[in-house]
């Protein structure tokens, strides 16, 4: 089993934490770490912050 190191950068997201939302579900719901709402208009694209860092140590895999 591969292990991924997750850290908090923000304790606000300590609440929140990504989990399984339903039954069967295939990976985590993740929820933005912000201040306010994000509004994007078509075409456009901004970063969204989570408020966690990841590390992958295992090359042949990704994630999102």
């Given amino acids: 089993m591969t292990t991924v190191d997750i850290r908090i950068l923000d304790a606000r ?8 939302a339903t039954p069967g579900s295939a990976g985590l719901d993740l929820r933005a770490c912000v201040d306010a709402p994000v509004v994007l208009e078509p075409g456009q ?9 990841m590390h992958l140590g295992d090359p042949g895999l990704a994630a999102m």
């Fill in 13 to 20: 997201v300590a609440d929140a934490l990504p989990a399984y």
């Fill in 45 to 53: 694209a901004q970063l969204i912050p989570t408020g966690l860092a």
